[in-house]
């Protein structure tokens, strides 16, 4: 065997063990976890304020925040909400606070659900009983918006039929 076939022979082995390695890495990586995100999900309406902060608004141009929910025709309940004085803006999440700028936090029942972005939101089918659907308006850095020490929120009771 001349020294051509056996690096030939080598090359082709070389391929193998790349191609092996690059697969078993793609079966791997979904093994390989991150460290978790920090899950706002689980705030408490009254206790969301001492994880992010609270801003007190300026009284004269203070925003508004008003809530409607209704049972969609299909399944589940339709949220919106009405705000004044204030505008959504998602593209500044997680950044500088501006005033009467931000978005919203939707909670049932106490717990927070999502953010919103916008006036309008989807409820899937809720668990037979009473429901308190509430919203909160927040700053850019989620802090809660405060208008003479009392957060800025609305909400909603809705009875989730049986069946």
Not at 6 to 28: D, E
Not at 126 to 150: C, E, I
């Amino acid at each position: 065997m001349n020294i051509r076939d056996r690096f030939q022979i080598r090359l082709i082995y070389a391929l193998y063990w790349t191609v092996g390695s690059i697969l078993l890495g793609i079966l791997l990586a979904p093994i390989v976890t991150s460290p978790p995100l920090e899950d706002h999900s689980t705030h408490a309406l009254h206790d969301h304020s001492k994880a992010h902060g609270k801003i007190e608004v300026d009284p004269e141009n203070a925003p508004k925040v008003s809530i409607r929910v209704e049972r969609d025709m299909i399944a589940g309940w339709n949220v919106f909400i009405t705000v004044e004085s204030f505008v959504f803006a998602p593209e500044s999440v997680n950044q500088t606070n501006a005033p009467n700028q931000g978005h919203a936090h939707l909670y049932l029942n106490d717990v927070k659900l999502t953010r919103l972005y916008g006036t309008a939101y989807h409820l899937a089918d809720l668990p037979p009983g009473r429901h308190k659907v509430s919203v909160s308006l927040n700053a850019n850095d989620h802090s809660d918006l405060f208008y003479k020490g009392a957060p800025i929120i609305a909400s909603a009771t809705v009875e989730q039929p049986n069946g």
